[in-house]
């Protein structure tokens, strides 16, 4: 019976004993430097880091934008294959009015006069024949240039194919030149016009700035040391600025991304808010196995001939695509994101004395004294004592 009362007033003692903080006052320098250099680490980043990096006194809104771009500049071609030409906006931008991207065409190969009839397919592996037997009727190879028409027919004096009905001649897309038809195109402009808001703060913006009038737009360039405000960008400049040569991209293509950063501080004793450029290529010129490197695609001119006949003019347009990406986050002040980030970050300041107990009871010569001190447990009998000492106290 003594043992399970024994046991039961254990449990007693263990859910109802009331704990309370006990103050310990120990004069060392050590400890209390510790102590106290916890707090300013602690001080220093609710102060340097939630505040003046984090700025968690802010609530944020993401920007929301419009971009139309207009591209000119011209060029004039003499290529050996070609009489000479003169190439305008109309011409070489594809399609004409840009928003987020838009395409400048810098090399290409062109198929002129095709017409819709039939000729001898490109020899490669599935083509070459030996009869007709090797060519099935109707049969098309999405890989192919046409529907087959069941003959076997001379390619060249040495090499046969299958006949194909499509547009004749067909494409010879490897005759591209090593050096790029439009490379006056480096010395094209293009000039971006990009409007943000920022719904939340009821806040607008234009990357044509305030202070930008006609006549500075009609003759400036941008320069990111000289003239930094300026929305018009030489293409040569920009190519350049990613890293890259801008002949040696032409002759096959790429993409570059234009990057405007608009991450804008809106409270009053900042004030400023001006978009900030950079650019990147985003293709990669080393594919694995060099495999469709580069940026092209097709297009074409139809013609109709006084007799009725329809032609066209093929172009496998090879050139650089522009992407403008625009992205930004804008912090005011407000007093919610204040209190409750402050908050959180003062909350600590209470880990402090957890960090200063820990070096108090595990690294110093005194441990083992602090930790007898540190927690003391009041029995009934020392309790009884305690206040009978204190009652003789109190009548002398």
């Known amino acids: 019976m003594s043992t399970s009362a024994g046991c039961c007033q254990g449990c007693l003692h263990y859910v109802f004993d009331y704990e309370t903080t006990k103050t310990l006052v120990i004069p060392s320098i050590r400890l209390g430097c510790a102590f106290r250099f916890t707090q300013l680490l602690v001080v220093l980043y609710v102060v340097g880091y939630v505040c003046v990096v984090q700025k968690a006194y802010q609530e944020t809104d993401s920007v929301i934008s419009s971009v139309t771009t207009k591209v000119k500049g011209f060029a004039l071609t003499n290529a050996s294959d070609m009489d000479p030409r003169f ?7 594809i399609p004409p009015k840009g928003d987020h991207s838009f395409f400048v065409m810098t090399n290409m190969v062109v198929t002129p006069e095709q017409t819709q009839t039939r000729c001898p397919e ?3 592996p599935s083509t070459i024949c030996a009869d007709d037997c090797d060519c099935t009727e109707g049969h098309s190879d999405p890989r192919g240039n046409g529907i087959q028409s069941g003959l076997c027919v001379n390619y060249s004096s040495t090499v046969q ?27 094209f402009t293009v000039l971006i016009k990009n409007s943000v808001t920022y719904p939340k703060f009821n806040f607008h913006r234009r990357n044509i700035l305030p202070h930008i009038n006609s006549s500075y737009l009609k003759r400036c360039q941008f320069s990111r040391a000289t003239d930094p405000d300026c929305p018009i960008f030489r293409l040569k400049d920009i190519v350049s ?3 890259e040569e801008f002949q040696d991209m032409a002759v096959k293509g790429g993409i570059l991304g234009i990057i405007i950063d608009w991450s804008c501080d809106l409270d009053w004793w900042a004030g ?42 093929l172009i496998k347009a090879y ?3 522009f992407d403008v990406i625009v992205f930004g986050t804008a912090g005011k002040f407000s007093i919610v994101p204040t209190i409750v980030n402050l908050g959180a970050a003062l909350s600590f300041l209470s ?4 960090v200063s107990d820990w070096i108090m009871l595990t690294c110093t010569k005194k441990k083992d004294l602090y930790g007898k001190l540190k927690a003391t447990y009041l029995s009934e009998d ?5 206040m009978s000492m204190g009652t003789s106290y109190g009548t002398q």
Do not use: M
Not at 293 to 311: H, I, L, M, Q, S
Not at 351 to 354: G, S
């Open 87 to 93: 190439w305008d906006v109309a011409d070489y931008i």
């Open 122 to 124: 490109l020899p490669s």
């Open 161 to 187: 194919t299958c006949q194909v009905f499509s547009w004749c001649p067909l494409e010879i897309d490897t005759e591209l030149p090593q050096h790029a038809l439009l490379a006056a195109a480096e010395n």
């Open 241 to 243: 600025e990613a890293g």
């Open 272 to 313: 400023k808010c001006y978009p900030k450029y950079s650019f990147h290529r985003l293709d990669n010129k080393n594919p694995v196995n060099n495999v469709a490197p580069g940026y092209n695609f097709r297009f074409a001119k139809y013609y109709k001939a006084p007799d009725g006949e329809e032609t066209r003019t």
């Open 319 to 321: 050139g650089i695509r």
């Open 351 to 354: 880990l402090v004395p957890v």
């Open 382 to 386: 020392a309790e009884a004592e305690a």
